[in-house]
């Protein structure tokens, strides 16, 4: 069975200083990767899709993320953190190669900007 | 164009009462599934619709859930007997989930379910 793992349920970073959230995955099969972003009362926007194309993955508001097969990771970087990145962000798996479209969640990590 | 659409936004209600949440799913996307999020459990899938195949209930926690997919498009999730862990959001998404490149979920902005 496929299982993401987040470190770190909270991260507090200063406004301008480097964002990054870790997610570990655990797949038989190489997985479909996702970082979700989720702004209070809202539902779920994709930042970022892994997909075995190029590795090192860019996606929306400046957010990219490098899958590493070595080390079963794709964690999510930003250069320079702004105050509205302040959110809940969610990795995620799915097994396409299995059909299994379904997404397996991490638990999330909530990100704080300090100005 | 419209995104996902969840109905109702919140819904309270008794113990032991039936409760339908519904989802408007994108226009001409194919995939439906149903999610659950809540502070213990985290994010949860629940259901899978794609087509005209049968969905995949892997997720169900209980009988007392169940969903359904109306001409491919409006999705309902029924939960019968409803009882206090039941209380979370329940999420939809919807994907065009044609080849390789289309399985990006959209999805709506939720029902935050009570039980009291």
């Known amino acids: 069975a496929q299982s993401v793992t987040q470190l770190g349920s909270h991260v507090s970073v200063s406004e301008g200083a480097l964002v990054l959230l870790r997610c570990n995955y655990s797949?038989?099969?190489?997985?479909?990767l996702f970082w979700y972003v989720q702004y209070p009362n809202q539902g779920l926007q994709l930042l970022l899709k892994?997909?075995?194309?190029?590795?090192l993955v860019k996606g929306i508001n400046g957010f990219e993320a490098e899958f590493k097969k070595s080390e079963t990771s794709f964690h999510l970087t930003k250069p320079s953190a702004h105050m509205s990145d302040a959110a809940e962000y969610f990795c995620?798996?799915?097994?396409?190669?299995?059909?299994?479209?379904?997404?397996?969640f991490g638990s999330g990590t909530r990100l704080q900007v300090q100005p | 164009g419209a995104g996902v659409s969840q109905s109702p936004s919140n819904k309270v209600t008794e113990k032991g009462k039936d409760v339908e949440l519904r989802c408007d799913p994108i226009?001409?996307?194919?995939?439906l599934y149903w999610y659950r999020q809540s502070l213990g459990q985290g994010l949860e899938f629940l259901i899978y619709?794609?087509?005209?195949?049968?969905?995949?209930k892997s997720g169900l926690p209980s009988d007392r859930f169940s969903a359904e997919r109306t001409g491919g498009s409006v999705s309902t999730l029924t939960i019968q007997r409803t009882q206090q862990e039941d209380s979370a959001v329940y999420l939809c998404?919807?994907?065009?989930?044609?080849?390789?490149?289309?399985?990006?979920?959209?999805f709506g902005p939720g029902t935050r379910l009570t039980v009291l």
């Open positions: 998404a919807s994907s065009l989930d044609r080849g390789l490149g289309s399985h990006e979920q959209f």
């Open positions: 797949s038989s099969v190489p997985p479909y």
């Open positions: 892994y997909t075995s194309a190029a590795t």
């Open positions: 995620a798996v799915s097994d396409q190669a299995r059909g299994r479209r379904a997404l397996t």
């Open positions: 226009s001409g996307h194919t995939a």
């Open positions: 619709f794609q087509g005209n195949s049968a969905p995949d």
